[in-house]
């Protein structure tokens, strides 16, 4: 059963069925832009039983998005939910010098560990730095192919073409 406010609502929602719809598909946040979708399938006059299908959302859900639609406006579908984004440890430059320092033994000798590139990090930025975040770069700028010749050396015989391969019959 419909109340007179709701059939008001879906009628307002009609009218604005243009804007909905592109501020449905002009949104990057996915949260947004499927509580945008709700009212444009609300404004084209679908169930809520097939929006609550179509879109995964509840009854209540819906019901709740409408709510802070009428109340908010806008507004009332925004993500409210709390980013935590740490800023980058190091700069573009300071990467750079990183994945520079790392084609070269390290400052002590031997082979470059996460300690090793935790305490480079230290120095360039300042700040502490745990072995594990030294490890995590370690990993991610060695997995970075400097060039295949390095990573796929030619085995004997391949360089000069002297190394003949033949297909097997199976």
Do not use: C
């Not at 060695?142 to 050396?153: C, G, I, K, V």
Request: glycine share 8%; charged share 25%; proline share 6%.
């Amino acid at each position: 059963m419909v109340s007179d406010l709701e059939a008001d609502l879906t009628q307002v929602l009609m009218s604005e069925l243009p804007n909905l719809k592109r501020r449905a598909a002009g949104t990057t946040v996915p949260v947004e832009r499927l509580r945008w979708q709700v009212l444009v399938l609300i404004a084209s006059g679908r169930p809520r039983q097939e929006i609550s299908a179509a879109t995964g959302y509840s009854l209540r859900t819906i019901r709740q998005i409408v709510q802070r639609y009428r109340n908010l406006g806008a507004t009332g579908l925004l993500d409210g939910r709390k980013r935590h984004t740490t800023p980058a440890l190091l700069s573009a430059s300071q990467l750079q010098a990183l994945r520079e320092a790392l084609q070269h033994p390290p400052p002590d000798g031997g082979a470059w560990t996460g300690p090793k590139v935790a305490h480079w990090i230290a120095k360039a930025t300042g700040q502490q730095v745990h072995r594990q975040r030294g490890w995590e770069y370690l990993r991610r700028l060695r997995s970075e192919p400097a060039n295949t010749e390095e990573l796929f050396p030619a085995r004997p015989g391949e360089a000069d073409g002297s190394m003949k391969y033949s297909a097997r019959a199976s």
